[in-house]
């Protein structure tokens, strides 16, 4: 310590690097920028050059390509089941988060939830569609047993395999994603507002209506959106469990990718991804105005 | 609160997590069921299914090549990610939002348009360089990089980079030093947490693999699924197991101790949302 006050130990030079910082700085984060470059921002790149471009420079031609009944179809298959799936998610993911949110916030049964769901959110492909075949598909489990008891669920044919069934195997993933997402919502709830409600004369109908309903809207609709992109973006599990009649955008795409349908048509398909991330950036964008809007009393 | 409606409460609360324990366990339990039936209609329980796994070469190569695609992915991922963060964090705080907003961006870009981008990419690296089921853990990358990213920040932000690398550099530690046996080793479950949770979507990834052109296992089971659907499952069921421990393991571990405040960043978007779907 005897260089404390030492003039000469403050004026001491820094480290030699110190001396040209900037091209050693950057180095440093080089090889994580070219890697996300090459793999992640060149893919995005050539999908949106490739929408745009024909067979001598850039044309429209894909885009126009777009306007043909099966493919317009497609993206209407799409929206729908996402929808779809997205408000039963929602609906149920919600009721299911405040089941777990009136409990004990330190209790076991909120942990095992919580963790189950972190695990069913992941759940999904071939895996999950397998699974639903074992439960009601022809030769299902439940089939069977209802079959015994006389009630056949695929009296109007198998909806297992068809947008229908789609729905109900997308919820198995969307209602876990809801509560994770829901969960802390739910828990910025005070019980003083629940409180206040009443000591003004306000019934549950009241703080429902008043309250909490319009506290949660946004949270609840940003969820919504959350679990639509979700929905929107699969493929591998229609990829396994849907039959080739009625395709949703993803199977679309990779029908004109592989070439073994004889149909391989890349500029298709690269329009048609170009539309999918057009579509999943404007709900995720208002899903982000929705968040801050969330946050200002929710916190 | 007043008796009836607590009571009202806790009938609303038992049927609701009733019918969600049913919903979300009958389709795994009808796996199982499934996989041990007999041939016949009323043909005893057997394990049949199950012990013919080994005798579908494809099969095997196929778990052989997820597994090593896991830990291509996993290492790949570290050695990427966590450098560059730790020297953002120290050296370019300025980078700090745009390396974020990179690594979150796989989230909002489908897979499978990823996979439109990709395929040009990889005829060419396949022509070029080598075409092995290996070059898939290029694409796994920057698909685990959300979930990776935000295991290792939240084990970045439990300790004091700063103070630890200062330390350990001004007693003379190089930068290899710092961060592989001063800082990696303070933030071992972070580590675990990004690795498991990489492991789990690997073995759990269909769609580049499939539209690719590789197998995988995933593709694998869903090609056995055409041919021996007991087998299949079996799999199928074995996998989710695996993958089920392992995020089990992970809950257990913990979430990392948080310092800091949950993120604010523009894209709020859960890990759990973008599994193999």
Redesign the interface.
């Known amino acids: 310590m005897i260089a404390a006050g030492n003039p000469d130990v403050k004026t001491a030079r820094r480290p030699r690097e110190g001396g040209r910082r900037f091209p050693l700085?950057?180095i440093?984060?080089l090889?994580?920028?070219i890697?996300?470059a090459?793999?992640?921002l060149?893919?995005?790149?050539?999908?949106v050059v490739g929408a745009f471009a024909g067979k001598a420079g850039p044309s429209l031609s894909n885009i126009t390509d777009l306007n043909q009944g099966f493919l317009l179809n497609a993206f209407f298959s799409s929206l729908l089941i996402s929808t779809a799936s997205a408000v039963v998610g929602a609906v149920?993911g919600a009721?299911?988060a405040?089941?777990?949110a009136?409990?004990n916030p330190r209790g076991v049964?909120r942990r095992v939830v919580s963790?189950?769901?972190?695990?069913?959110?992941?759940?999904?492909?071939?895996?999950?569609a397998?699974?639903?075949?074992?439960?009601i598909g022809s030769v299902?489990?439940?089939r069977l047993w209802l079959q015994e008891r006389g009630i056949d669920i695929f009296a109007n044919g198998v909806w297992l395999t068809e947008l229908p069934g789609l729905v109900l195997v997308y919820t198995?993933?969307q209602?876990?994603?809801m509560v994770?997402?829901f969960l802390p919502a739910l828990d910025g709830i005070r019980p003083q507002w629940r409180e206040a409600t009443e000591s003004l004369g306000g019934g549950?109908w009241h703080y429902w209506r008043y309250v909490a309903g319009p506290l949660l809207a946004p949270a609840f609709l940003g969820a919504t959106l959350?679990l639509f992109?979700?929905a929107?973006?699969?493929?591998?599990?229609a990829?396994?469990l849907i039959s080739q009649g009625n395709p949703i955008v993803?199977i679309a795409?990779?029908n004109f990718?592989?070439s073994e349908t004889g149909r391989n048509n890349?500029g298709l398909?690269?329009a048609l991804?170009l539309g999918?991330?057009v579509i999943?950036?404007i709900v995720?964008a208002l899903y982000?105005l929705l968040?801050r809007r969330t946050s200002r009393w929710l916190r | 609160m007043t008796r009836a409606?607590r009571l009202r409460?806790q009938v609303?609360?038992v049927i609701?997590?009733v019918l969600?324990g049913a919903?979300?366990l009958?389709?795994?339990?009808?796996?199982f069921?499934?996989?041990t039936r007999g041939n016949r209609v009323g043909a005893p329980r057997t394990l049949e299914a199950w012990t013919t796994i080994v005798t579908y070469p494809d099969l095997l190569g196929a778990i052989r090549d997820s597994l090593g695609l896991a830990t291509i992915t996993s290492v790949g991922m570290l050695v990427?990610?966590l450098?560059?963060m730790i020297?953002?964090r120290l050296?370019?705080p300025r980078?700090k939002r745009s390396?974020e907003f990179?690594c979150l961006?796989?989230l909002?870009?489908?897979?499978?348009?990823?996979?439109?981008?990709?395929?040009?990419?990889y005829r060419w690296m396949a022509i070029n360089l080598v075409d092995t089921i290996f070059l898939l853990s290029?694409?796994y990358?920057?698909l685990v990089?959300p979930f990776a990213y935000r295991a290792l920040d939240a084990g970045l932000s439990a300790i004091d980079v700063k103070t630890l690398s200062e330390a350990a550099r001004s007693l003379g530690a190089g930068w290899g030093t710092v961060m592989f046996r001063v800082i990696a080793p303070n933030m071992s479950s972070a580590l675990l947490n990004a690795c498991l949770l990489s492991v789990?979507?690997v073995l759990?990834?269909?769609?580049f693999a499939?539209?690719l052109?590789y197998l995988n296992l995933?593709v694998e089971?869903?090609q056995l699924?055409l041919a021996n659907?007991g087998t299949?499952?079996a799999v199928?069921v074995a996998?989710?197991m695996f993958?089920?421990i392992l995020?089990?393991i992970l809950?257990f571990f913990g979430r990392p101790r948080r310092r800091v405040a949950p993120e604010r960043t523009?894209?709020?978007?859960?890990s759990?949302?973008?599994?193999?779907?």
Request: net charge positive; proline share 7%.
């Open positions: 700085h950057w440093g984060a090889p994580f920028l890697y996300v090459l793999f992640l060149l893919p995005t790149a050539i999908v149920a009721l299911l405040y089941a777990v009136t409990g049964l963790s189950a769901c972190g695990v069913l959110a992941q759940f999904g492909g071939v895996t999950l397998f699974a639903f075949i074992a439960t299902g489990f439940i198995y993933f209602i876990p994603l994770l997402v549950t959350l992109a979700n929107f973006s699969a493929y591998a599990t990829a396994a993803p795409i990779s990718l592989t890349p398909a690269q991804a999918m991330v999943v950036a995720m982000a968040q | 409606r409460l609303f609360r609701v997590l969600g919903f979300f009958v389709p795994i339990g009808a796996m069921e499934f996989s990427l990610l450098p560059t020297w953002v050296r370019l980078l390396i990179l961006l796989p909002t870009i489908p897979a499978i348009v990823l996979v439109v981008g990709l395929s040009p990419v290029f694409a990358v920057i990089l789990a979507l759990g990834e269909f769609t499939n539209l052109s995933q089971i869903f699924g659907a299949s499952i199928s996998s989710l993958a089920f995020l089990v809950s523009g894209l709020a978007y859960p759990a949302a973008a599994g193999p779907k």
